[in-house]
């Protein structure tokens, strides 16, 4: 993302968290394209973590202290390890359906604090991303002082993972997710 529209985006999430007001639909379109656009992001190297300890990937078994690109950390938990996605789905389908989800006007999208961070977030169906450990949602998250996104899974606790995850203050729907199936 361009470093203006990144900022204009910023402006608009913090304005919106602070003051507590509604997003125009407009606003709410603008909001989905950048954070659609901005993916994890490509600098940064993150811990695998333990759901990942003896995959192999890139020619070598994982520890679970290697530190990769987030995008391929958060596949190889979520689609490899954790199986939310189907069998065969490679790192650029996981980030297409990610791109759908924020992309999506049934999805809902929320404003929260996390770890006192700004975030937006994105909740909506899986549909044919739904794999044999999947959920009934497909959560995608954006913090706002990053300009990227933070996460991209299925929660098995559905949207109650948003409301009772004590790290979390301050949610607000900007728009519902549809509920229906």
């Known amino acids: 993302m361009v470093t203006g529209e990144h900022e204009a985006l910023a402006a608009l999430s913090r304005e919106l968290a602070a003051t507590g007001r509604s997003a125009s639909d407009g606003e709410l379109d603008r909001i989905r394209e950048g954070v659609a656009q901005a993916g994890f992001d490509p600098a940064l190297l993150v811990p695998c973590g333990r759901r990942v300890e003896g995959l192999t990937w890139r020619g070598r078994v994982l520890t679970g202290r290697e530190r990769l690109p987030p995008v391929e950390a958060h596949y190889l938990r979520h689609v490899c390890a954790q199986q939310e996605w189907p069998e065969g789905t490679t790192i650029e389908r996981y980030v297409e359906s990610l791109r759908q989800t924020v992309s999506d006007p049934a999805s809902g999208a929320f404003l929260s604090r996390y770890f006192s961070h700004v975030q937006v977030g994105f909740v909506g169906r899986p549909g044919r991303w739904r794999g044999l450990g999947g959920a009934d949602w497909l959560l995608v998250e954006y913090r706002v002082d990053l300009g990227h996104w ?25 728009r519902p997710p549809r509920r229906a199936a």
Do not use: V
């Not at 933070?150 to 900007?174: A, S």
């Open 150 to 174: 933070t996460t991209g899974f299925q929660p098995r606790r559905g949207l109650l993972y948003l409301e009772q995850d004590k790290k979390r203050e301050g949610l607000r729907w900007l």
